[in-house]
């Protein structure tokens, strides 16, 4: 075997791994923003969460890119422990897909059609197909299918490559000598496991053994540790990527070494122990590519049934092994923002949109807390909302740098809007925030110069108070659950609190003529108003942004055609609304 031979050997395997890789996206892509869905909903049983990690791993090629995914999700507080656990093992079932597909190779024949059965024959056609998709149409889900295409093509292509560079080995005493002495099991895990190691990926260190086993060389008794230290070796990125993170998501990697180390040393000795009594006459026969692949989905799969009934038992061991420490404290204010995700943009938009529904609800709390302090003031509650307006702060700074970050990977179109929408959404709620601390300097003007609302103010207050918080709780509903419906009946509320400012000014100006109310507590009034006025319009901002993004249609347009009176829905419900808060005005004052 010469220089060039290596040379081709690396040129196979990068080919491989970049077909694997582009294939995998290719896939996630065209799932679009279903697989973050799909992650939380099918992970309500063991079962389940199996098969989820199975199905996912098979479609992106990696065990090891599902596992990060899994600690990122746990990281975050979406995934428990034991949801985990369960998708981790289905992983490993489904890095064999790659194997099985290597295997095609094998089909012997020199019919038409069998011919045609064969990779070398049909992958080359496949990726030409793939790039005339990919390069030519301009469909997103064309082009997806095109690149899943040509990254199957290049994973055959990578495959031959390599075939071809190691077949002068099969003439080499030294590579069979070398070979000859894995058989020792300690020694042939160690191999597999630093293979997969240094390469990242199970996938790609089962796709070079079976590329080496056209050598003639590779037999089951010295193939079988490695596949068995190729899983172990797996479990490398997923422990990397823990580095940092909460303690679940430590937990979580070590579950998946756990899994692979304790299933191995398992299978290695029940396949030693039949060897010992003669099971195994075939020991010192070669094995092919299908038999490689078979042995890979075999002890996968019995190593998962293995562990099913006992989930409870990895939990509970991975916890004794990373406890929480004395005296730590989980910071749970700012919601985590896991980078590991940028792999699957879809489940880091999911993540990103989940701490701004946190901070919608924050922002929200901020302004009862605020307007209940106009009443009955406390110094307490007053360091809270500061604590909590600090955090809208830092959530705005790291929500927004998060969603440029994935807007920085290759996204959908549909992606593309969910950034855009997040990222005008994060500047609404900021802005709401805002004002709700300028609402709290109003009461703590109150509280230091010890001024007094008249009774009618109080109660023209309460009146508007209500209408927003009523307003704040449809639009963190309406964005929550992508409801338009509720949208337009925020918008239909907006019109009704500038209604209600408009009459509460021109109430208060009479009273200030009649000597009812002082100066001093009439200006901190038209403050609170102006600033409730604001939040409304905000709120009435996020409104319009979930129809316009829904329905395609711009913001300001469809709301100045509201309010325009053509509409008959946004006629009544203004008109529900104004009934609601008017009635409640004109109340007599207590």
Partial sequence: MTIFNVINLAGGIALFLY??????AGLEKLAGGKLESVLQKLTSS??????????ITGLIQSSAGTTVICIGLVNSGIFTLPQAIGVIMGANIGTTVTGQLIRLSDISGGGWLLTMLK?????????????ILYVFLKSPKKRNIGQIMMGFGI???GMFTMEAAVAPL??????????SSLQNPFLGVLAGALVTVAIQSSSASVGILQALSTTGVVTWGNAIPIILGQNIGTCSTPLIAS????????RSAIVHLYFNVIGTAVFLGGVYGLKAVGAFPFWDEVMNKGDIANFHTLFNVVVTIMFIPFTKLLAWLAEKTIPEKAGEVQDLSLPVLDERLFTSPAVALQQARAAVEKMASRAATNFNKAFGQLEHYNQETTMNIHTREELLDKMEVSITGYLIKISDRELSENENRQVSELLKLISEYER???????VLECAQRVQENELRFSVQAKQELDVLGLALQETLQLTNTAFMEGDCNKAEQVEALEETIDQLCYTLREQHINRLKEGICELESGIVYLDVITNVERISDHCANVAARLIGSELDLDMHAR???????????????????QAKYMGLLAQPTV
């Fill in 19 to 24: 077909g694997m890789s582009i294939m995998g």
């Fill in 46 to 55: 063991v079962i389940r969460a199996v098969l989820l990690g199975a199905i």
């Fill in 119 to 131: 990779p070398s024959t049909f992958s080359p056609i496949v990726a030409f197909i793939g790039a």
């Fill in 155 to 157: 994973l055959f292509t």
């Fill in 170 to 179: 099969r003439e080499s005493q030294l590579f069979i000598k070398l070979f």
């Fill in 243 to 250: 580095i940092g993170a909460s303690t679940a998501a430590k």
């Fill in 432 to 438: 709401i925030g805002d004002y709700s601390i300028n």
């Fill in 559 to 577: 709301k100045h055609a509201l309010q325009a009176g053509h509409n008959d829905l946004y006629n009544q419900q203004v008109e529900e609304y």
